[in-house]
């Protein structure tokens, strides 16, 4: 597990220039989490980054190159710090996503996999 202050987040506004990607790079993480806002508490994606492999810098946002399906964002796993791991085991193996995020209640969980859906 890593805590969310070593984890690099981004918005769905943040633009794909030389700049973030070489800060993606330097993150050394295979997934790096997508926020709604500045606010970054509120996870929607996951970002794939071997999806930037041959991707042609165009000075374009998060969500304009998830809508021009150019990058690959998942939609993450949500869990509590009381989840069972036999709950987060059966999660992962139906490989829907490779990243789950631990929220501090079980409301905030649900919240968040309601805005994912």
């Known amino acids: ?20 990607l070489d800060r993606i790079k330097q993150t050394g993480f ?8 500045a606010d970054k508490r509120v996870v929607c994606g996951i970002l794939l980054t071997k999806s930037l492999v041959g991707y042609k810098i165009k000075d374009q946002s998060i969500k304009e190159a998830i809508f021009e399906n150019t990058i690959s964002v998942r939609v993450p796993l949500f869990f509590t710090e009381n989840s069972k ?10 490989g829907q996503s490779h990243m789950g995020l631990v929220c501090e209640s079980p409301e905030a969980a649900r919240d968040n996999r309601n805005l994912a859906d």
């Not at 597990?1 to 973030?20: H, K, P, S, Y």
């Not at 709950?87 to 139906?94: G, H, L, M, Q, T």
């Open 1 to 20: 597990m890593t805590g969310m202050e070593r984890v690099q987040i981004f918005t769905l506004d943040t633009v794909l220039n030389r700049a973030t």
């Open 30 to 37: 295979s997934r790096i989490p997508i926020s709604f806002t």
């Open 85 to 94: 791991m036999s709950e987060v085991c059966r999660a992962f193996k139906e």
